[in-house]
Each structure stands twice: as structure tokens, then as C-alpha cells.
């Protein structure tokens, strides 16, 4: 804020100059003070003189316009500069709530997964208990042996299915703790 009342402090004096010497040049202030090559100064006397001093006028409208450019241009780099910063941190947090759901994503596919994992485990452990029965139940050795591998196949189906189970609950848990993180820390 107070760069702005800077850059409106220089315009006020660059135009409260540029009225003195407006004011010198067309003969309102005195030029006694003056340094002694502009004591000379005087009204025009002919229209080719006041043409000049007209050429003069407008020289000096047209560097005060350009001194208001200037400034204009400064007070538009100042605001474009921190609209790019805004901008930036608007960016940052997009970036971050991506990341956020990116992570969410995740944990919902883990998620999905393993409740598929405890189902098929769960029809895995109906068909152990069912080979199992006809195994007590079977008299016959070959019956019996095939019920036993069976049972054994969906037991060892049954194991693959827990280890991934918790495989998937490890990195579940890894991507809460990095989602739970990343909240912390935004």
C-alpha cells in the first residue's frame, strides 16, 4: 500500500513541476529568481513566437501524458504481479486437492478390493467346510482323497486370498496416513 501512495506522491510533484514551469512559461510567476539565461523570458510578441511557445505547451502536456503512461504501466505490473502470485497459489492448491483425490481414488479401489478378496474368501471358506463334511463323510479312499485335495486347494486359494487381503490393507492404511498427512499439512 505504501508503494502506491509513493508512486502518487511522485505524480503530484512531477505535475506541480511541470505547473511552475507552465506557469514561468506563459509569464504568470516572476522570473526573478531564476537562473540569468531565463530571466529573459517574455510574452510573444508575434504569432510565429506564440506558435512556438504553443509547440512548448504541448511538449510539456505530452510528457506529463507520458509520465501518466508511465506510472499507469507501473501500477499494472504491480497489480499483474500479484495476480500472478494468486494465481500460483490457486494453482498449488488445485495441485494439492488432485493429489487428495487421486489418494481418495486409491483407497476406494483398495477398498472395493478387498471387501471382493472377503467375499471370495468367505465362499472359499463355505466350500472347505463342505469338502470337509463329504471327506468325514466318505468312506471311500478315492472319494475321500479327492474332497482332501480339493479342500486343500480352496485352503491354500483360501491363504492366497488372505495375504493379498492384507497386502491391500497395508497400502489402505499407508495411503490414509499420507491422505490424513497431506490434510495436517494443508
Not at 504553443?54 to 510539456?60: A, D, H, K, P, S
Given at each position: 500500500m505504501t508503494s502506491i501512495f509513493k508512486g502518487i506522491a511522485t505524480l503530484l510533484v512531477a505535475f506541480c513541476v511541470w505547473l511552475i514551469?507552465?506557469?514561468?512559461m506563459v509569464g504568470v510567476l516572476q522570473s526573478e529568481w531564476l537562473a540569468p539565461y531565463l530571466k529573459h523570458i517574455?510574452?510573444?510578441?508575434?504569432t510565429a513566437e506564440l506558435g512556438d511557445s504553443?509547440?512548448?505547451?504541448?511538449?510539456?502536456i505530452s510528457t506529463f501524458t507520458v509520465?501518466?503512461?508511465?506510472?499507469a504501466v507501473i501500477l499494472q505490473s504491480r497489480s499483474l504481479?500479484?495476480?500472478?502470485?494468486?494465481?500460483?497459489?490457486?494453482?498449488?492448491?488445485?495441485?494439492?486437492?488432485m493429489r487428495r483425490q487421486e489418494v481418495m481414488l486409491q483407497i476406494s479401489s483398495y477398498t472395493a478390493r478387498i471387501q471382493i478378496l472377503a467375499s471370495d474368501r468367505e465362499w472359499y471358506q463355505h466350500l472347505i467346510d463342505r469338502y470337509r463334511e463329504i471327506r468325514e463323510a466318505e468312506k471311500d479312499?478315492?472319494?475321500?482323497?479327492?474332497?482332501?485335495d480339493k479342500m486343500t486347494r480352496c485352503q491354500s486359494k483360501n491363504t492366497e486370498?488372505?495375504?493379498?487381503?492384507?497386502?491391500?490393507?497395508?497400502?489402505?492404511?499407508?495411503?490414509?496416513?499420507?491422505?490424513?498427512?497431506?490434510s495436517v499439512v494443508a
Open positions: 514551469m507552465l506557469a514561468f517574455k510574452f510573444p510578441t508575434s504553443l509547440n512548448i505547451f504541448v511538449g510539456l509520465l501518466v503512461a508511465v506510472y504481479k500479484l495476480s500472478i502470485a494468486a494465481q500460483r497459489e490457486q494453482e498449488q492448491a488445485l495441485l494439492q486437492q479312499e478315492s472319494k475321500w482323497q479327492d474332497a482332501h486370498i488372505k495375504n493379498k487381503m492384507n497386502e491391500l490393507s497395508s497400502a489402505l492404511d499407508t495411503l490414509v496416513q499420507q491422505l490424513t498427512v497431506d
